[in-house]
């Protein structure tokens, strides 16, 4: 794996509850993206980031903010967690000139119960 | 609307026979697309790329063509060996590179020994 780290990689916890989840890249890459994947969906975009402190939403962004105050780190925060929420939590980076392939963290497997 | 779609939600092929999974995409004219593996429990990984004005690209035992006036992309790993048993993902990259991918839903291929 390219030098991404996600943690937790496991959570449970309870309707209402905010969580953070903690992606970490040693790659220097500039560009960072969190998709969730579910069955039935595949892998759909919350939040990307193309540098510190610049971030935009994507086609699944409500219920979620994100913060990236370091090159190397871009969290995901669910501020009041809904059962809808439960999935598998998707990091990944790119770097510019490359073509634009992604690489993907281990994921976080979340259930909101 | 716009939509990518992948062939079928499951393959099953005799080893040494060729694989083809099919990409079929509308309302998006994209730049590039990748194709991903994914194993269970694990992230993508990226195998390949090919842009808006290539055909057709090679990578060992993998091919993968692209056909813009049909809006399809076939990806077909020849000599196919259990191990090639995964899901695999295509993605379509709108604007050349370090932007957010759109995933279709991916196609799990089991190779049968």
């Known amino acids: 794996d390219a030098g991404i780290t996600q943690s937790p990689r496991h959570k449970v916890t309870e309707t209402g509850t905010p969580v953070t989840l903690r992606c970490h890249q040693t790659e220097n890459h500039r560009y960072m993206y969190w998709y969730r994947q579910d069955p039935g969906h595949g892998l759909r975009l919350i939040h990307y980031?193309?540098?510190?402190?610049?971030?935009d939403k994507g086609e699944v962004s409500d219920g979620y903010s994100v913060s990236r105050s370091k090159t190397e780190d871009f969290l995901l925060t669910l501020e009041s967690a809904t059962s809808s929420q439960t999935s598998v939590y998707f990091c990944?980076?790119?770097?510019?000139?490359?073509?634009?392939?992604?690489?993907f963290g281990p994921g976080t497997r979340l259930t909101v119960l | 609307s716009q939509k990518i779609e992948q062939n079928s939600e499951a393959l099953n092929i005799q080893e040494g026979k060729t694989a083809t999974l099919t990409c079929n995409y509308t309302n998006y004219s994209p730049a590039y697309l990748q194709w991903y593996r994914q194993d269970p429990g694990r992230g993508p990984v990226f195998l390949l790329l090919i842009r808006e004005n290539e055909k057709e690209k090679r990578k060992e035992r993998l091919k993968v063509t692209f056909d813009t006036t049909l809006k399809q992309s076939l990806f077909h790993i020849t000599a196919s060996q259990p191990a090639d048993s995964a899901t695999y993902l295509c993605a379509l990259d709108l604007y050349s590179g370090n932007t957010p991918l759109v995933f279709g839903k991916g196609t799990r291929l089991s190779v049968i020994a």
């Open positions: 990944a980076i790119s770097a510019p000139g490359q073509g634009g392939e992604q690489f």
């Open positions: 980031s193309y540098g510190v402190k610049d971030t």
